[in-house]
């Protein structure tokens, strides 16, 4: 299923231009990591700016405000003192793991439970690396703030909630979201025809025609 059962961001006026963070309760209940082996776990999937500003970010397990506000704010920090492990682009915290990929101008990052598999991670980077580009259209911090609801929904395809790695490609994902995108088209044509429909009815029960005489010419002789 399209975007992995998340309702769509609702507008905000905030820097984060998105429900970005997942600030809210809305995505449901976080799922449980299966059992079995190291399971890749993405607490967070963001876009962020060389100067650590936040673009857009998609939180995919339920988490308070201020505990994902932090952990976006600590990345910056952590790399510039040299944490960072200069090979795999990774730095752990005692809680977490950020691995991330420096993109022009911008880093894209992903945070994770630290019993995540490195691998995956790295793989899964590389597929949103490419998901941005293609989605974004360019690597700007203006680009990525303008398609900021199409990322989101791209990321959903890539992670589902409970941050697990979905088993798509690039163009999987893009197939995915053509679909949903003329769904979408489809049912806001249908709404607009109905919406059109609905005011003409309501202008002809304001101002109904007057109904025809059936003898326009009568006789004036007919008393």
């Known amino acids: 299923a399209g975007r992995r059962g998340l309702p769509p961001p609702p507008l905000l006026s905030s820097p984060l231009p998105l429900r970005s963070l997942g600030f809210c309760s809305a995505a449901g209940p976080a799922q449980a990591p299966r059992r079995g082996g190291s399971k890749m776990?993405?607490?967070?999937?963001?876009?962020?700016?060389?100067?650590?500003?936040?673009?857009?970010?998609?939180?995919?397990?339920?988490?308070?405000?201020?505990?994902?506000?932090?952990?976006?704010?600590?990345?910056?920090?952590?790399?510039?003192?040299?944490?960072?492990?200069?090979?795999?682009?990774?730095?752990?915290?005692?809680?977490?793991?950020?691995?991330?990929?420096?993109?022009?101008?911008?880093?894209?990052?992903?945070?994770?439970?630290?019993?995540?598999?490195?691998?995956e991670d790295l793989e899964t980077l590389r597929l949103l690396s490419k998901v941005l580009s293609e989605v974004a259209g360019g690597l700007t911090a203006e680009r990525v703030g303008n398609?900021?609801?199409?990322?989101?929904?791209?990321?959903?395809?890539?992670?589902?909630?409970?941050?697990?790695?979905?088993?798509?490609?690039?163009?999987?994902?893009?197939?995915?979201?053509?679909?949903?995108?003329?769904?979408?088209?489809l049912a806001l044509l249908i709404k607009r025809d109905r919406e059109m429909q609905a005011k003409k009815d309501a202008a002809a029960k304001v101002n109904p025609k007057p109904k025809p005489n059936a003898n326009p010419h009568p006789d004036p002789r007919t008393p």
């Open 147 to 185: 398609a900021a609801f199409e990322i989101i929904f791209a990321f959903d395809e890539a992670i589902a909630v409970g941050g697990l790695k979905e088993s798509v490609n690039l163009r999987t994902i893009q197939t995915n979201l053509e679909m949903e995108s003329h769904e979408e088209k």
């Open 41 to 119: 776990v993405v607490l967070s999937a963001a876009v962020l700016s060389r100067n650590g500003k936040a673009l857009v970010a998609r939180q995919f397990v339920e988490m308070p405000r201020m505990r994902i506000e932090g952990l976006l704010a600590a990345f910056p920090k952590l790399i510039s003192g040299g944490a960072g492990n200069t090979q795999h682009t990774f730095v752990e915290t005692e809680s977490v793991r950020y691995v991330y990929q420096p993109v022009e101008t911008l880093y894209l990052l992903l945070i994770t439970n630290k019993g995540s598999n490195i691998v």
